[in-house]
DNA sequence: ATGCATCACTGCAAGTATGCATTTGCGCAA
DNA sequence: TTGCGCAAATGCATACTTGCAGTGATGCAT
């Protein structure tokens, strides 16, 4: 949380405007709701024009809620284990980690308010699961394709089947979280209520085969 | 096929008009290109105001390929039986049916081309298969509730959870044959392509448990 | 310090999409 | 057949979103 490196002039500005979109937007969708709230608004209050606006954000619901794309840092992926016998469990850890890159903002508290009082915010949690499964494939597809075991793969289907395969399988939990009714949006996805959804899964899995 | 039922004018014209509009879109699109067509010109062509283009259809994609929302019949759910043992794969099944009643247009062969030269088209594939989860998992969830072996559930976890869960696991097989290289939009799921992914679901479910 | 390449920002234009109020035309019953 | 209720269609206003071309500031090498 401490700045760590005094960045580039370009790259301290740029984090600046983002900073000052993303506060904006906040700020403007809960003194008057979301709708109300206008890009141009949000712009001009961030003193940039609206045409900047959406070179920092795809969407208006991503501004208000401080939200950045997913990136799948090569050290998380060196974590894995394909050999280990939980590699569904690590997978589902890693997406939640990929897709929770995505929250930006720092006010909890205002976040919170926030999707309590307009739920579609909440909506975009799904558009980046999807974003992070498939980030998250594609290194899963690498690493097992190094493998012994999975590299020779079973019939008809290769590593890069079989890792977007088990993304998909690992995304389960975290889709039904997700669409939880007591899913919480702000504080995400932890351990303890990854875990009972893993659980969920391992029992249907085990009923169904 | 034939045209059953004399159907009352209004719902006559109400066909004819989403009829005209697809007719139109596809047609457009196939000519000039699907971004150089525009919902003007689609609605103008068609002989109806713009507005009234986006009261038929959400985007211009589902005009161009003749997309309706997705239904889920009673009938189609009656025929699930959640005793047998491949409950997967049946809720699978289902679960392509409902995502492909969207598709309406006739006409395959120019559905083939648009898709092959513009693959964007294809996309909102997984958008329709959302919505086919959230309609099957409502039905299959009170197919549960009725059963005495799933109503008690497992630790914590009702009918509902159950259902929604399944319905996530059986749909990954699909989400898996429509994110591959060589899935065919146009003809969609069949047995013969679902089949193996389910193969596939199947072994690295018992690999990984 | 100078010059150059790059990147952020901007204005403009076009197109997509939605809400609301109004009009038009079908379906139905008196 | 006349009139009423309702659904479809429309016009209008507004907002979101993207592409493109141009401008200016930043970073960097000389």
């Known amino acids: 949380m401490t700045t760590a490196a005094p960045l580039p002039l370009r790259e301290r500005k740029k984090a600046e405007t983002w900073g000052a979109l993303h506060e904006s937007a906040a700020s403007l969708a809960l003194q008057h709701g979301v709708d109300e709230t206008t890009v141009e608004a949000i712009a001009a209050s961030a003193g940039v024009s609206p045409r900047t606006f959406f070179n920092y954000f795809h969407v208006k619901e991503d501004a208000i809620l401080g939200l950045r794309e997913p990136v799948l840092e090569p050290a998380q992926l060196s974590r894995i284990s394909v050999t280990a016998d939980d590699l569904v469990g690590q997978i589902s850890r890693l997406l939640v980690t990929v897709a929770w890159t995505a929250i930006g903002g720092t006010d909890r508290a205002r976040r919170r308010q926030l999707i309590a009082r307009y739920p579609n915010l909440a909506r975009r949690h799904m558009d980046y699961m999807v974003k992070a499964e498939r980030l998250v494939s594609q290194g899963i597809s690498g690493l097992l394709a190094q493998d012994p075991v999975w590299a020779a793969g079973a019939e ?31 504080e995400g996805i932890s351990a303890e209520t990854l875990g009972p959804s893993l659980t969920l899964l391992h029992d249907l899995l085990r009923k169904i085969s």
Chains 1, 2 share one sequence.
């Open 156 to 186: 008809g289907f290769g590593p890069e089947e079989a890792a977007r395969m088990l993304v998909m399988i690992a995304g389960v939990p975290i889709r039904f979280n997700i669409t939880s009714a007591d899913f919480d949006p702000v």
